[in-house]
C-alpha cells in the first residue's frame, strides 16, 4: 500500500513539475554561489566619507588649561587660599575636570579627526597638538587625584623632565610651522617643567612659588589664544594667532 502510494505521488509530481528545468536552476544557482567567491561576482563596499571642517577644537584645551593655571598657578603664587585638606581636595577636583578632562577630550577630538575622518584636511602640526593636549591631560589627571588625596608630590620631579622634553618638541614644531602663539605657549610649558624638576626633586622652596609665577602668566597667554581662535571661528575676525 505504501509503495503504490509512493509512485502516485511521484506521477503526480512529474506532471506539475519540469525536472530538467528545477535542474537547469541548481546549476545556475550554484555557478551565482560560486562567482561570489571565485570573484566572478564581487560584492560593492560602501565608502563614506566627511565633509572637511576648519572648526579645530584647541580653544577647548587651551581654555581648560588657562582655567587650570589660573587655579594652581594662582595658588601658588599669592598664597590664597592658604593650603588645607579641604583646599587641596578642591584643587583637585579643578585640576581633574578643567585642564585634565577639556585637554584630554580635545586631543582625542583631533587624533580622531587627523586620522579616522580626515575632517581637518592635511594640517600636519595638529598631530602635535593631539599629541600633547592628550598626554597633558592624563598628567592632569594624576597630578590632580595625587593633590585630592594628598599624597607625595616629590616623584612629579621625574615626571617632569618627560614633559619638559615634549613642551621643547612643540616649541619647535610650532617654531617651523610658523605658529608663534601656539610656540609661545610650549615655550611656557618648558619653563614650567625647567623649574618643577629641582623643584620636586630637590625640594627647591621658592621654586614652587616660581612655578606658579609661570603658570598663572602662561595662563594668561591661553585666555588670549582662546579669545584669538574663537573670534576668528566665530566671526571671522583675523586675529593673531
Known amino acids: 500500500m505504501l509503495e503504490s502510494d509512493t509512485a502516485s505521488l511521484l ?9 530538467s528545468s528545477v535542474g537547469g536552476c541548481w546549476i545556475e ?14 560584492m560593492e563596499t560602501q565608502v563614506f566619507t566627511f565633509a572637511a571642517s576648519r572648526f579645530v577644537p584647541v580653544a577647548i584645551g587651551f581654555f581648560g588649561l588657562g582655567t587650570g593655571y589660573f587655579i594652581w598657578g594662582g595658588q601658588a603664587l599669592f598664597g590664597f587660599p592658604k593650603p588645607s585638606p579641604e583646599v587641596n581636595r578642591t584643587m583637585g577636583m579643578w585640576g581633574f575636570w578643567m585642564p585634565g578632562f577639556m585637554q584630554f577630550i580635545t586631543g582625542v577630538y583631533l587624533l580622531i579627526g587627523l586620522t579616522w575622518f580626515n575632517v581637518f584636511g592635511e594640517v600636519a602640526p595638529l598631530y602635535m597638538a593631539g599629541l600633547a593636549f592628550t598626554a597633558y591631560g592624563i598628567h592632569w589627571f594624576a ?17 617632569a623632565i618627560a614633559f619638559l622634553f615634549l613642551s621643547i618638541l612643540g616649541v619647535d614644531v610650532f617654531r617651523r610651522a610658523g605658529d608663534i602663539p601656539v ?3 610650549f615655550f611656557g610649558l618648558s619653563l614650567i617643567y625647567a623649574v618643577e624638576i629641582p623643584t620636586r626633586l630637590l625640594s627647591w622652596s621658592p621654586g614652587a612659588r ?16 582662546t579669545y584669538a581662535i574663537t573670534v576668528d571661528l566665530a566671526l571671522g575676525a583675523k586675529a593673531w594667532v
Not at 506521477?11 to 525536472?19: M, P, Q, S, V
Not at 597630578?143 to 615626571?159: C, K, L, N, V
Not at 609665577?213 to 602662561?218: A, N, P, S, V, Y
Open 183 to 185: 610656540m609661545i605657549i
Open 11 to 19: 506521477l503526480i509530481a512529474d506532471e506539475f513539475i519540469d525536472l
Open 210 to 225: 616660581l612655578v606658579g609665577f609661570l603658570q598663572f602668566f602662561t595662563g594668561i597667554w591661553l585666555m588670549y589664544c
Open 29 to 42: 544557482w550554484k555557478e551565482i554561489c560560486s562567482g561570489l567567491f571565485t570573484g566572478g561576482r564581487k
Open 143 to 159: 597630578m590632580a587625584h595625587r593633590r585630592y588625596i594628598e599624597a607625595s608630590a616629590g616623584p612629579d620631579g621625574w615626571m
